[in-house]
């Protein structure tokens, strides 16, 4: 059984930075392509950033150069670090894990950004 379970999130300032964690059980998180999704309030759930199995990176326009996704091997656990933030990044966000056509989801941690 897959589980992902996220941590990290909370209230912060524009301009602070947080670190998300999404701890991984039932698969290794260097075996899979990982990444973070968000949502914002009425918004759709989008793409910010993805690792590949093979530890290539990409990230959406929006948090390019502000934001950076890894993981511990060793901690089996997948990491987004998020600098420079924005009142825009205000929203729940997911850790997910691909495995061939299906996705697994955590349940989220919001981030909040105040002005």
């Known amino acids: 059984q897959v589980q992902l379970v996220e941590s990290g999130g909370g209230l912060v300032q524009a301009g602070d930075s947080l670190r998300l964690s999404c701890a991984a059980s039932?698969?290794?998180?260097?075996?899979?392509?990982m990444g973070w999704f968000r949502q914002a309030p009425g918004k759709q759930r989008e793409l910010v950033a993805q690792?590949?199995?093979?530890?290539?990176?990409d990230y959406a326009d929006s948090v390019k150069g502000r934001f950076t996704i890894s993981r511990d091997n060793t901690k089996n656990t997948l990491y987004l670090q998020m600098s420079s933030l924005k009142l825009e990044d205000t929203a729940v966000y997911y850790c997910?894990?691909?495995?061939?056509?299906?996705?697994?989801w955590g349940r989220g941690t919001l981030v909040t950004v105040s002005s």
């Open positions: 997910t894990l691909q495995q061939s056509v299906v996705r697994y």
């Open positions: 039932g698969r290794t998180v260097n075996s899979y392509n």
């Open positions: 690792i590949t199995s093979g530890g290539s990176t």
